[in-house]
């Protein structure tokens, strides 16, 4: 069978996405069969488009790494039934009219979410709460320095470092996006274009004892400065570049160690692992108004290349969703 799905015939920039047909994905043990209804851009969508990023084996070639929607099919004894609503990651294919998703990476979604909200949600949450919780062990009292505090992931990251108990330091481009990670609870904000040396200042509140980073090379100097003894720097992106000068005598006498952390190649059980969390610990917190969804906009999926476009350029507060609602009813 055929499907209407996002494919490119080559690698390169966002003109080379179009819609086509595809073959539609059969259901496997353990996997649901999800009619998407929408589906989460993120920067690593990008790189795959671009050739720098490739999928984990046996993954879908096609872009797209969060859906939401209905069930289509499910695997005798699965919890899920066809019509159920649901959100979830997936290793690629979200892009698409139908996607395969890990039964266990499958969490119900409430009515009070749209779609569009529930198919922002997985990545930058479980990305958060992977890098902040579990790799860079933030605790009550720490303080935590987010670069690119306005993204999907950093707004994420800023709400649980709070839910930690930690208090939030954030950069970001403009004073609109540095408002805005005030108001998601940053106790501290910096204009990275204005302060490309920000290590002094953020000493000057405190420093940090952990530091989310997805620049890379470009603020490896300073993250290493801002951090306090036993400081964690957690590595998730290479927007400004791949190799830089290490400074190993302040690594060694700071104590500090350096992560460098991605979601998509996890095992199984570590996704299934942070996929509880997203659904116990921050869903809750969604649904009572501690904490937000921010979705800064949506494009339906006939426009795709404005959707990479917008958030390539930054213009993106909070996440960006595809819809598929030209195509599909919403139930």
């Known amino acids: 069978m055929k499907m209407q799905a996002v494919v490119q015939q ?33 920067r690593a969508d990008m790189m795959q488009r671009e050739g720098r990023y490739a999928p984990p084996p046996g993954a879908s070639p096609l872009l797209g790494l969060e859906v939401a929607g209905w069930v289509e099919e499910a695997a005798e004894g699965s919890v899920f039934q066809p019509g159920d609503a649901v959100f979830g990651l997936v290793e690629g294919g979200g892009y698409a009219e139908y ?10 979604k409430p009515d009070a979410l749209s779609w569009v909200e529930a198919a922002s949600l997985p990545e930058a949450w479980m990305t958060a709460w992977f890098n902040l919780a579990e790799k860079a062990g933030v605790a009550a009292g720490d303080n935590v320095l987010v670069h690119a505090g306005a993204s999907g992931v950093g707004v994420a990251a800023i709400q649980v470092a709070g839910l930690l108990g930690a208090r939030a330091f954030a950069s970001a481009g403009s004073a609109e996006k540095l ?39 470009a603020y490896l100097a300073e ?11 957690v590595n998730i992106g290479l927007m400004g570049g791949l190799k830089a000068e290490l400074d190993f005598g302040r690594l060694l006498m700071k104590r500090i160690s350096l992560i460098g952390s991605t979601l998509r190649p996890q095992p199984p059980a570590a996704k299934a692992r942070l996929a509880a969390a997203l659904r116990e610990r921050i869903l809750p ?10 979705v800064d906009c949506s494009f339906p999926w006939t426009q795709v290349r404005d ?10 507060l909070g996440k960006v969703v595809l819809t598929m609602f030209s195509t599909q009813a919403a139930g």
């Open 10 to 42: 080559g690698p390169g920039g966002a003109e080379t996405m179009e819609l086509a047909e595809w073959d539609r994905p059969q259901l496997a043990p353990g996997k649901l069969l999800v009619r998407v209804m929408a589906a989460g851009v993120n």
């Open 307 to 316: 959707a990479h476009r917008y958030v390539e350029e930054n213009r993106n």
């Open 99 to 108: 996607a395969l998703l890990d039964e266990a990476l499958a969490i119900a």
């Open 223 to 233: 993250n290493l400065q801002a951090l306090n003894p036993d400081g964690r720097l």
């Open 179 to 217: 408002a805005f990670c005030r108001e998601l609870g940053a106790a501290q904000v910096f204009n990275y274009r204005e302060t490309p040396a920000f290590s002094e200042l953020v000493k000057s509140w405190g420093g940090a004892d952990a530091v989310l980073d997805p620049v890379g090379a």
């Open 285 to 294: 917190g969604i649904l009572d108004g501690r904490l937000r969804t921010v």
